[in-house]
């Protein structure tokens, strides 16, 4: 029974870690008013009929913290790649010039930095529910598993291990979150 507990906590944990990646990778998403490559990294190009990572046609850089410079390793994949932006609705206009593709970033509004802020505290809701989730599959099986003969002290001191990894968890969320906030309202 023991052995089946650390499995189902371990497994508990790994569900607990990607959602903390998961959560890391929607925050590098957001937009913070400087230019990051982050933020076109969901965009699929149509190469040659297949849908492909924009990072596998083209090197992508930031000049400077207001522009990112997209230069495409074939000059045909110029085309798809700005229709790829335009339909990524980014809120970021591609400027096509037969050799790169610029994009400028335009500085944030209060209103929209606002707006930012909502949309990460969001994420960050959403990852803890899923920690919730993982926890509560954790705790039913440590006490069906105290049902069928685990010792109950035992399942208790297991009920605070994961109530305690659950904290650690929602900590690590909280400071990516502050962190995420900080940066978005920097002027």
């Not at 913070?32 to 982050?38: E, L």
């Not at 046609?57 to 230069?71: C, E, G, M, R």
């Amino acid at each position: 029974m023991e052995a089946t507990i650390d499995s189902t906590m371990s497994k508990g944990k790994n569900q607990m870690d990607d959602a903390l990646v998961h959560l890391q990778n929607e925050l590098s998403k957001i937009r913070t008013g400087k230019a990051s490559t982050n933020i076109l990294s969901g965009i699929m190009v149509d190469y040659y009929g297949s849908p492909t990572p924009l990072s596998q046609v083209a090197n992508l850089n930031t000049p400077d913290s207001k522009t990112i410079s997209i230069q495409p390793w074939e000059k045909t994949m110029l085309a798809p790649i700005e229709q790829a932006i335009f339909a990524a609705n980014l809120g970021l206009t591609p400027q096509n010039d037969g050799e790169f593709i610029r994009i400028n970033i335009p500085p944030l509004t209060e209103e929209r930095r606002i707006e930012l802020v909502k949309q990460a505290k969001s994420s960050g809701e959403e990852c803890k529910v899923s920690i919730r989730n993982s926890r509560q599959k954790i705790i039913e099986f440590i006490k069906s598993e105290v049902k069928n003969g685990y010792p109950e002290d035992a399942g208790k001191k297991r009920e605070l291990e994961v109530q305690e990894m659950v904290n650690n968890f929602g900590k690590s969320i909280n400071e990516l979150i502050e962190a995420k906030e900080k940066d978005i309202m920097t002027v």
